[in-house]
């Protein structure tokens, strides 16, 4: 029995100082392993000079040049449209004739008018002659003292009478020829013919529509006559992009209807006035117009057509560059964010001392570790931003992964260089 006991207290004991050395061997590991510093998986790229240009990007539509919103100047019913929209026209040819048996009716009285006032005004003519004949007799009388002073004042006074007369037929005369001559020019106006050389790209009468005349208000917009072989596109620029811009910059316009092809331009006008959607509301957008002509005529060119376009406005060439993504925003506060540099408390934003000012960096690698360099960005492209100091060309700088560049990295941090992933659509 005693010797039963002590071959079980054995075996106990036996376990118990395996379990022992298990448990030292696993803290152990754990010691150790958590004594190692993370290695951070990166992509590196080698910092070289290539030629950036700098573009700013718009929405937009195609539109005329030259194009002539047409709008009767009189009110009336369109009695001949002998023009189809889509239609070429020549300057002087006719669009359109509106009913004008009311303002020919108005010219005729007011001609018969006239002619009763030019009457009128050579009866005062023969009045005035005989008054002023009288006139000058009787001055004469009056010197020989063969007239009264009474006649001579009587007849100065026919003279001036008659004269009066004449001359108010003189001005009616000259009001009604300026009636007639509006009257005439209304007339006129119920023809209307193309001011210019083009295609009407709008029509929105048809024949025995009742149209309203512009001269005292907005008249109706009958069509439009455009020069097709003058396009612009018309884009918006945000108004933080705008200031970039300048007239002459090259742009690659991008049209939906021609899929990806690519149609060259220049930057013709900038606008001056400010386009705001929106306002009042978190959605507010301020763009300014900006109007790009295209350097060559495609007949397929639509007004309206929907356009994207890439203004380049301005290139260096030959200019040390990184990668993008390569560039982040750091700060020596920890408070503040490593991304965006914003401060998580208020109290982070004194900068008095110069502790809190963010800062941009990249991460270069030398021998298996990262290493932090402050660097002073220029202009950037799509996938490159120009490095204007901190960088002399050469240095195998960390181009991703996102995560390791903004977030990761730090001073020293071991890395692996990986390569950049690859995916294929075939399975």
Do not use: W
């Not at 290539?50 to 100047?73: M, N, W, Y």
């Not at 005004?121 to 007799?137: E, G, H, S, W």
């Not at 490593?338 to 809190?356: A, F, L, R």
């Amino acid at each position: 029995m005693a010797n039963g006991k002590k071959k079980k207290s054995k075996k106990k004991v036996m376990i118990f100082s395996g379990i022992g050395v298990l448990v030292i061997a696993l803290v152990l590991i754990a010691i150790l392993g958590g004594s190692r510093d993370e290695v951070i998986p990166v992509q590196i790229e080698k910092v070289a000079k290539r030629t950036i240009t700098q573009s700013v990007t718009a929405t937009g539509t195609l539109d005329p040049e030259f194009k002539v919103v047409i709008t009767p100047e009189v009110t009336g019913e369109i009695v001949k449209l002998p023009i189809k929209e889509g239609q070429y026209v020549k300057k002087g040819d006719l669009l359109a004739q509106i009913k004008s048996d009311a303002y020919r009716a108005q010219v005729e009285q007011s001609e018969a008018g006239l002619q009763n006032a030019k009457a009128s005004l050579a009866n005062n003519k023969a009045q005035l002659d005989k008054v002023t004949a009288d006139y000058n007799r009787t001055k004469e009388l009056h010197a020989k003292n063969l007239a009264s002073d009474a006649d001579l004042e009587s007849a100065k006074s026919s003279f001036l009478s008659a004269q009066a007369a004449y001359q108010g037929a003189q001005a009616q005369i000259k009001q009604m020829e300026a009636a007639l001559k509006v009257q005439t020019d209304q007339l006129s106006k119920c023809t209307i013919y193309s001011p210019m050389d083009g295609v009407v790209s709008q029509l929105n009468v048809q024949l025995g529509d009742r149209v309203l005349g512009s001269f005292y208000s907005q008249g109706t917009n009958m069509m439009t006559v455009s020069d097709l072989k003058s396009m612009l596109a018309v884009v918006d620029v945000d108004e933080n992009d705008v200031v970039l811009v300048s007239k002459g910059d090259t742009a690659l316009v991008n049209i939906d209807a021609f899929g990806d092809k690519q149609f060259k331009g220049i930057v013709y006008q900038i606008g001056n006035t400010a386009v705001t959607t929106g306002t009042g509301t978190q959605e507010q957008v301020v763009n300014f117009e900006v109007k790009l002509k295209f350097l060559d005529y495609n007949p397929g060119f639509k007004p309206g057509m929907s356009c994207n376009a890439k203004i380049e406005t301005k290139t260096l060439n030959n200019v040390i560059s990184v990668p993008i993504q390569s560039v982040t925003a750091r700060s020596n506060n920890p408070m503040m964010t490593e991304n965006t540099g914003e401060s998580n408390s208020s109290s982070t934003k004194k900068k008095e001392n110069g502790s809190n000012k963010v800062k941009e960096i990249v991460f270069i690698v030398k021998n298996g570790k990262a290493t932090s360099v402050p660097v002073t960005t220029g202009i950037s492209d799509d996938n490159y931003i120009q490095v204007v100091s901190g960088l002399k060309g050469g240095e195998e700088v960390v181009s991703g992964s996102y995560r390791a560049i903004s977030r990761d990295l730090h001073d020293g941090a071991n890395v692996k260089v990986e390569k950049p992933k690859t995916f294929s659509m075939n399975k």
